[in-house]
């Protein structure tokens, strides 16, 4: 049974750091785009950062310079280091692995960014 346990959510005041990790078992990521996304109340999922297997990264916009997307194949994980967080980074985030047709979600960690 595959499954992804997603941790290091939680509630941090403006200008802040987290951050989250993205455990998968059951099936070697090695060859998996690893990718965050994130979904606020009223809002469409949109994605936040992603890296390649082979390393190569993709970052939104309203993100780049502040996260920073990174992986351990060897522990099949993947990291989001948020810095400077702002009050409008607030949303769940949830981590997905993806390959071809196989595609698997987290189960979501909540970020608030609040003074």
């Known amino acids: 049974q595959v499954q992804l346990v997603e941790s290091g959510g939680g509630l941090v005041q403006p200008g802040g750091s987290l951050r989250l990790s993205c455990t998968g078992s059951?099936?070697?990521?090695?060859?998996?785009?690893m990718g965050w996304y994130r979904q606020a109340p009223g809002n469409q999922r949109e994605m936040v950062a992603a890296i390649a297997y082979r390393g190569s990264t993709y970052y939104a916009v309203s993100v780049r310079g502040r996260f920073t997307i990174s992986r351990d194949n060897g522990r099949n994980t993947g990291y989001l280091q948020m810095n400077n967080l702002k009050p409008e980074d607030t949303a769940v985030y949830l981590c997905?692995?993806?390959?071809?047709?196989?595609?698997?979600w987290g189960q979501g960690t909540q970020v608030t960014v609040s003074s």
């Open positions: 997905n692995w993806r390959n071809g047709s196989s595609d698997y």
């Open positions: 059951g099936i070697n990521f090695k060859f998996y785009t």
